[in-house]
Nanobody, 124 residues
């Protein structure tokens, strides 16, 4: 069992930066692939980024490549999402998720555990 708690969201102007954190409890974090997803109002949840269990491999949605960086600190049981050059269209609730197995996937239904989400609002 893995419990996930996101933090770091807030209001930022376009072009600004935020760093999201996802604190995980449970012994399986270090073997879990992790992902960030987001859901804007009235839209479906969409994939943002994913990282394998060791942190050696990452994969990003095209719309965040070069702007967002996913990372993890297994010693701290924490997942991060550094978001730079934010745009108003990045406004959404951001969720972290964990998979029991370590492979990278982009489909929300393949993830086993979810956090409660943190709101990111980017003003123009």
């Amino acid at each position: 069992q893995v419990q996930l708690v996101e933090s770091g969201g807030g209001l930022v102007q376009a072009g600004g930066s935020l760093r999201l954190s996802c604190a995980a409890s449970g012994r399986t974090f270090r073997s879990a692939a992790m992902g960030w997803f987001r859901q804007a109002a009235g839209k479906e949840r969409e994939f943002v980024a994913t990282i394998n269990s060791s942190g050696a491999y990452t994969y990003y949605a095209n719309f965040v490549k070069g702007r967002f960086t996913i990372s993890r600190d297994n010693a701290k049981n924490t997942l991060y999402l550094q978001m730079n050059s934010l745009k108003p269209e990045d406004t959404a609730v951001y969720y972290c998720a964990a998979r029991k197995v370590g492979s990278l996937v982009t489909i929300p239904g393949r993830y086993d555990y979810w956090g409660q989400g943190t709101q990111v609002t980017v003003s123009s």
